[in-house]
């Protein structure tokens, strides 16, 4: 979201719901609007206090998932998107905890935004949520992060922000190098992906600079 019309469109559509800030699957437009019914269009925020890993696992669908636990000392990608509680968000979000968040904690992108005082004056008006997840449990071979549902992630940052939003993912996101990741490109296991045919991005040279980088950090 860049343009003075889009802030005004976000506005309307966050009028008489809630706000969700979506750092996983949530980001992607199409994940989002063809499975789970959401138009919303997303806001780029940094959130201080919330670290995201991969953590969050789904028994029902055999994979692990990026979740949020709070961390005062990390920061996480996202972006805010509108919606109403629904059967398909809820099964979507299962294995979560809306937990509420201060506005304070929130740093919105582009500067555009920023400036915006009657974008601010809403967002301070309407709840804000985040998926916490509460029954942390690490990917292994039997529950793999798959490169399908790691490529959602990725292609809802770079709609909003090229590039520099699929680093800021990959910068903003703990545990690659003790992460099981499986490569199921050729046949998508993640439920709510999103197709990348050509992806403008190296999912091999990411993940290898991002364990590289994980496992020097420690």
């Keep these: 979201m860049n343009s003075e019309n ?8 966050a009028e008489n719901k809630v706000l969700v800030a979506g750092y996983g699957s949530l980001l992607s437009e199409y994940s989002r609007r063809r499975y789970s019914n959401i138009n919303s269009l997303g806001l780029s925020v940094l959130v201080q206090g919330w670290e995201r890993n991969w953590i969050t696992r789904s028994e029902t669908e055999k994979q692990t998932y990026a979740g949020a636990i709070p961390n005062q000392h990390a920061m996480l990608s996202a972006q805010i998107i509108a919606l109403e ?3 398909d968000f809820e099964k979507r979000e299962q294995d979560y905890r809306f937990t509420k968040i201060d506005l304070d904690s929130i740093e919105i992108i582009p500067s555009l935004a920023c400036a915006h005082q009657e974008l601010m004056l809403q967002l301070s008006k309407i709840p804000i949520y985040i998926c ?3 029954a942390i449990a690490p990917s292994t071979d039997c529950f793999p992060v798959n490169i399908s549902y790691i490529e959602t992630c990725l292609a809802g940052s770079y709609e909003l922000s090229g590039t520099n939003g699929v680093e800021t993912f990959f910068k903003h996101t703990q545990g690659w190098d003790t992460s099981y990741i499986n490569d199921d490109r050729s046949s998508h296991l993640y439920p709510r992906s999103t197709p990348v ?3 403008p991005w190296n999912i091999e040279t990411l993940l290898a600079k991002a364990k590289t980088q994980s496992s020097t950090s420690e």
């Design 6 to 13: 889009e802030i005004d469109v976000f506005i309307e559509q």
């Design 85 to 87: 509680f629904n059967d």
């Design 132 to 134: 916490e997840t509460l």
């Design 197 to 199: 045919n050509i992806a």
